[in-house]
């Protein structure tokens, strides 16, 4: 049933939208209903999972779907490698399940997603649809884990595609920015269940820099977060164990003070004050940057790869080849140095391997992901612009779910298989019940 429905915004809250109605099915024929119904109204039709994009991808002037009643697992077919041994499940789940119910889910069952992000407040459904990932050398990003989709497509029919299956749509699906139809259900292909081996310290970027690559292949997952006007860099480095690892949990006190009042509190005040004073943001940053203690723990995988973020903030987010990471990190020091903006937020910096997903940010190519991040209360306009330009300059492509500024006319340049994919979404889209204002940018 499609309900009235009030304003809507996005996480990050800098993407508002009205949507003319919202809907909540609990069935893929209320999937198909809805469509249907919106599509012969003339009216058009968003999914939205977490609203966790900073992009407008899924804003919504029509009817917006939710599909938080439609989670969970579906099914699990267990997988062998060419000897014959089990070596994990693909596992089918309904596209509304959030990544941090998913975790423990599959950890019941043995299994678990080979790598995630930082953050698992999202829905698988959108996670995969604007290529969400971690970080690791030789790890791939979400939608690479995806093996078979269920969509609803413009017209209400359901197709079930997969590599053998209508090869053509699961390629534009799998990381399709919510334009190729609804997502209902997914299959991913999960690993046996594994513990992670952190370890976090303070590291200088000048350290970080003199052996980037180095650096990345140093652990199964490593990343490090650069403090600007500084040199301190705090590094995370996770080794993958087997699953029934001892397991050396972070105790709950030293959780509360790292995650809850560092990460957040704390950090919360420290942005606050950099907003009231830009100029005091290098002393901050020192202080923060001080503040990052050395740990060390063990628990399952899902819960050390992602962690809560309550302090709000906008994000652009680049891939650019791992050989040009170098000299893009040190291009945004000299830049941030020499304009004088500010930013109480740390440079993430995170690897991930190629993959050969139409649309992904590593299409056929090992990348760096250099995300720069401004505190919500802060103008990130010139630091964004400045660092546009430094990760275009490296051939860099946008993450679908971070702010940009390209169009069609750049991507269909630079992503490989853009015609293929907008073929795709013609074919199954001519009226364009599936567009937004996100999509009228970068699709022509
Ligand atoms: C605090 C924070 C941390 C983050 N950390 C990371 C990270 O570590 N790595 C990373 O890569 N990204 C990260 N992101 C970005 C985030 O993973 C992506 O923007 C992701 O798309 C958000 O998922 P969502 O469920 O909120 O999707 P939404 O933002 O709600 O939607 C994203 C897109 O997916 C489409 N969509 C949603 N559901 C469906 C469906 N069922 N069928 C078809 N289309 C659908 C929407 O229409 C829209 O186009 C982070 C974002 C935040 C706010």
Not at 133 to 152: E, F, K, Y
Not at 290 to 298: D, E, I, K, P, V
Not at 407 to 426: G, K, Q
Request: with cysteine.
């Amino acid at each position: 049933m499609t309900t009235s429905t009030t304003r809507w915004h996005n996480w990050a809250g800098n993407v508002l939208a009205s949507p003319s109605g919202r809907s909540d099915p609990t069935t893929v024929a209320e999937v198909t209903g809805v469509v249907i119904s919106a599509a012969e109204r003339g009216t058009r039709v968003k999914c939205v999972g977490a609203g966790h994009s900073f992009t407008p991808a899924a804003a919504t002037d029509g009817v917006l779907i939710s599909l938080d009643d439609l989670t969970g697992i579906e099914s699990i077919v267990p997988t062998r490698d060419p000897e014959g041994n089990v070596d994990g499940a693909d596992v089918t789940v309904w596209a509304g399940t959030r990544l941090h119910r998913l975790g423990p889910l599959l950890w019941d069952l043995g299994l678990a997603q080979p790598n995630l992000g930082d953050f698992a407040e999202q829905s698988l459904a959108g996670a995969v649809s604007t290529g969400t990932h971690g970080t690791g050398r030789t790890a791939v990003g979400m939608p690479a884990t995806v093996v078979g989709l269920q969509i609803v497509a413009a017209d209400g029919s359901v197709l079930d595609c997969s590599r053998e299956s209508d090869p053509e749509v699961f390629e534009a699906a799998r990381l399709g920015i919510g334009a190729i139809g609804i997502i209902t259900k997914l299959t991913i292909h999960c690993v046996p269940a594994f513990a992670l081996s952190a370890e976090e310290h303070p590291w200088t970027l000048a350290a970080a820099l003199a052996d980037l690559e180095g650096f990345a292949s140093s652990a199964d997952h490593a990343e490090f977060f650069w403090f600007p006007h500084t040199d301190a860099v705090t590094v995370r480095r996770n080794t993958r164990l087997p699953g029934d690892a001892d397991l050396r949990p972070l105790g709950r006190i030293r959780e509360l003070v790292a995650d809850e009042f560092l990460s957040n509190e704390a950090f919360g005040a420290l942005c606050r004050a950099a907003a009231r004073r830009p100029s005091l943001t290098p002393r901050l940053n020192r202080v923060t940057a001080r503040a990052m203690s050395s740990r060390a723990y063990t628990d399952r995988s899902y819960r050390v790869f992602a962690s809560s973020r309550r302090v709000r903030f906008r994000e652009m987010e680049y891939a650019v080849p791992v050989a040009a990471a170098t000299a893009v990190l040190g291009d945004l020091r000299d830049m941030i140095d020499r304009t004088g903006v500010v930013t109480p937020f740390p440079v993430e910096v995170r690897f991930a391997a190629a993959d050969d997903v139409w649309m992904s940010t590593a299409y056929r190519r090992d990348v760096c992901y250099i995300a720069v991040h401004q505190f919500h209360q802060m103008d990130h306009t010139e630091l964004f612009r400045s660092a546009e330009e430094i990760f275009l300059a490296a051939d860099g492509r946008p993450h679908w779910g971070k702010m940009h500024t390209r169009t069609a006319a750049d991507l269909s340049a630079t992503v490989p298989h853009f015609d293929d994919f907008v073929a795709v979404r013609d074919r199954l889209d001519p009226d364009r019940v599936f567009a937004n204002q996100y999509t009228e940018q970068v699709l022509p």
